[in-house]
């Protein structure tokens, strides 16, 4: 059993890589939510780096609904990013709040929020509009570094209330 183990091992070393067919490719308010690396990279995010699972690509200077700048990535599947990704990742280095002014302006737009937690302790606020195609997920954790997320309503699973 050990050595079937490190053999399956020492062959995934040499080229394993996750395989998915890309999601379909959705924009945002200018944003790339989901799609293929190639449209990753013609939304500017260039800066990628990663390893034989996953590679992530980096977008500085992002601006959401108005607010920012901010610090932007998608994660995708397969170190070559051949399975395309399937959420964006915002968040600001100098300002663990940043992130809430965007929750603060989709609120202004039309936007429903719930929070997931118990007893007035939540991890996330959730936000949803029916005519969007699209679910925006931020952190209010006090415990780590506070992000937004946004996600295809079909990508599952999903943050939900």
Not at 73 to 87: I, Q, T, Y
Request: aromatic letters at 10%.
């Amino acid at each position: 059993m050990r050595r079937a183990v490190l053999m399956s091992i020492a062959i995934c070393a040499g080229g394993c890589t996750p395989h998915r067919t890309p999601p379909p490719n959705l924009t945002f308010d200018g944003l790339p939510v989901s799609g293929t690396l190639a449209f990753a990279k013609r939304s500017g995010f260039v800066n990628c780096f990663g390893d034989p699972i996953s590679m992530r690509c980096r977008k500085p200077g992002i601006m959401f609904q108005g607010k920012g700048p901010y610090e932007a990535a998608v994660d995708l599947v397969g170190g070559d990013g051949n399975g395309g990704f399937d959420h964006l990742i915002l968040w600001s280095e100098d300002d663990q709040m940043a992130v809430q002014d965007v929750g603060d302006a989709l609120e202004r737009t039309g936007w429903t929020v719930c929070f997931t937690g118990h007893d007035n302790v939540g991890d996330q606020e959730i936000y949803t509009r029916a005519d969007r195609r699209l679910t925006v997920s931020i952190d209010i954790s006090y415990w780590a570094m506070r992000r937004l997320r946004l996600f295809p309503q079909w990508q599952k699973p999903k943050p939900a209330c």
